[in-house]
């Protein structure tokens, strides 16, 4: 069965970077991308970005270009979200998922990895 | 970007009624438009794609309807377990926005 299991959580200071990492199975990641989906404490989704992990051809949102890297090692079928500078405002639980699109949605996510963002 | 914009925030409704839900994109999106509903400490999970097919497992009182830029959620039989909140997405273009959410609480 395919899941998504990520690393655990963060706490990081102001200007940190943070490595979130997803983890593959029962599937191979290199056939689908995966985006990135974050939620701040109490709000609602926001997306961050995808990876093509077939080519490693990247999009990212607006807000964080710039700060943010995704990457993928298929010799370990694991996907990768790096965001440096960290803001409080980054203080949120990252999602990666298996995105389909523009056939379907996104059909299985990861659990989500809370990174707290705190002096 | 694509707006999304989604409404209600929130309903309160109770096991058995009828609740509809609806997304308005700020330009035409053809039918590139999911919904997911989500629990409490829990990942999304996909209900619908396509705007109208339902995800494999999904039980069959999730419909989904529209085109274009109006687009609605009906669960034409609330359970227990349907009270969650529920977001859809747009990913006809990067960045793939999602709506605001609905809450949708027991009455």
């Known amino acids: 069965q395919v899941q998504l299991v990520q690393s655990g959580a963060e706490v990081k200071k102001p200007g940190a970077s943070v490595k979130v990492s997803c983890k593959a199975s029962?599937?191979?990641?290199?056939?689908?991308?995966i985006s990135w989906v974050r939620q701040a404490p109490g709000q609602g989704l926001e997306w961050m970005g995808w990876?093509?992990?077939?080519?490693?051809?990247?999009k990212y949102g607006q807000k964080i270009q710039g700060r943010v890297t995704m990457t993928t090692d298929t010799s370990t079928s694991t996907a990768y979200m790096e965001l440096r500078s960290l803001r409080s405002d980054d203080t949120a639980v990252y999602y990666c998922a298996r995105d389909l699109t523009p056939t379907k949605g996104y059909d299985y996510w990861g659990q989500g990895t809370l990174v707290t963002v705190s002096s | 970007a694509i707006r999304i914009t989604q409404s209600p925030s929130s309903l309160s409704a109770s096991t058995g009624d009828r609740v509809t839900i609806t997304c308005r994109a700020s330009q035409g999106i053809s039918s590139y438009l999911a919904w997911y509903q989500q629990k409490p400490g829990k990942a999304p999970k996909l209900l619908i794609y396509?705007?109208?097919t339902l995800q494999s497992g999904v039980p069959s009182r999730f419909s989904g309807s529209g085109s274009g830029t109006d687009f609605t959620l009906t669960i034409s039989c609330l359970q227990s377990e349907d009270f969650a909140t529920y977001y859809c997405q747009q990913y006809n273009t990067y960045p793939g926005t999602f709506g605001q959410g609905t809450k949708v609480e027991i009455k």
């Open positions: 029962g599937y191979t990641l290199s056939s689908h991308g």
């Open positions: 990876i093509g992990a077939y080519n490693g051809n990247t």
């Open positions: 396509a705007a109208s």
